[in-house]
């Protein structure tokens, strides 16, 4: 399988096995959409909280 890629892996893995992909419910969807959310908010506390430190640094200096 090296040199595939993970669509063809898939699609071969569900023909073989016959199994059916299982769709997320509504609450998993909602769950995923806090996650992603929460990530993005990450981001940019992360480079708020960078400024702030680099200002303190160059204060200080």
Same mark, same amino acid.
């Given at each position: 399988m090296k040199n595939q890629r993970s %669509?063809? $892996?898939l699609a071969r893995f569900l023909a073989e096995t016959g199994a059916q992909p299982v769709l997320p !419910?509504? %609450?998993e969807q909602?769950? /995923?959409k806090e996650v992603?959310? /929460?990530e993005?908010?990450?981001a940019v506390?992360?480079?708020k909280q960078k400024? !702030? $430190?680099d200002e303190r640094?160059?204060?200080r200096d």
């Open positions: %669509e063809e $892996i !419910t509504p %609450e909602a769950e /995923m992603e959310e /929460m993005r908010q990450g506390d992360r480079k400024a !702030t $430190i640094n160059r204060e």
